[in-house]
């Protein structure tokens, strides 16, 4: 009630001001529909739902992801000659992932790690020299991994992302829907302001007339 009540002021201050000069029905609503702010909201969003029309295929596809992740572990361990008393790690893992209509998903990454060890407690056996079970405290590794993945109950065979991309795009549909709805509804309101205008014109000038006719036969 309130919006509809704001797109009337609207209409009604614009009006005015625009029938300071004569107009025709299709000049005045070209001035309403690039002077509005109503008209301006309706028409944008109606674009934005339009272009959104076409983007069922988000729940497919294919999209990138990064994940890196980095930690130090100084917890106590009875190991310390196997592992030390810190842990430090760094990951990065880079790919890119994806899924297609009939439930088949994919997945194309990249992993990487670097693994650092401190503190590390050699053995000790007398009269030979320490000795320490760790050769290589910091080290690489690094894997390339390409994954399939086919759903056959859940999503058997797609159904469920079939079932995601008709109810984007039947949501969609019902957007631009409702702001064609808008639009006209706006519309019709705004050549209703201008027949009433017009008229109210006609009136002035009529009582005008009739005013200038009393006055001579007086």
Not at 63 to 84: E, H, I, M, R
Not at 129 to 144: D, E, G, K, R
Request: with cysteine; hydrophobic share 40%; net charge positive.
């Amino acid at each position: 009630m309130k919006q509809k009540i704001f797109v009337t002021t609207c209409i009604m201050a614009l009006a005015s001001s625009v029938f300071a000069a004569e107009l025709t029905l299709g000049g005045y609503l070209k001035q309403m529909e690039e002077g509005s702010p109503a008209f301006r909201s309706v028409s944008e969003g109606l674009e934005a739902a339009r272009s959104l029309l076409n983007e069922k295929t988000i729940v497919t596809g294919a999209w990138g992801f990064a994940d890196a992740n980095t930690g130090v572990n100084k917890s106590p361990s009875q190991l310390s000659v196997l592992y030390g008393d810190t842990q430090s790690q760094a990951s990065l893992d880079l790919g890119v992932e994806g899924r297609t209509d009939f439930g088949l998903s994919g997945k194309l990454h990249f992993q990487t790690s670097y693994t650092s060890l401190s503190g590390i407690t050699p053995i000790v056996i007398p009269p030979l020299p320490p000795l320490s079970f760790i050769t290589m405290p910091n080290y690489y590794t690094s894997a390339l991994a390409l994954e399939f993945k086919l759903d056959l109950l859940r999503n058997s065979f797609g159904s469920e992302v079939k079932a995601q991309s008709n109810a984007l795009e039947d949501k969609n549909k019902a957007d631009i829907y409702d702001r064609l709805h808008s639009k006209r509804e706006l519309r019709a309101g705004t050549e209703k302001a201008y027949w009433k205008l017009s008229l109210a014109r006609e009136a002035v000038k009529v009582n005008r007339e009739l005013l200038e006719r009393s006055k001579k036969l007086h």
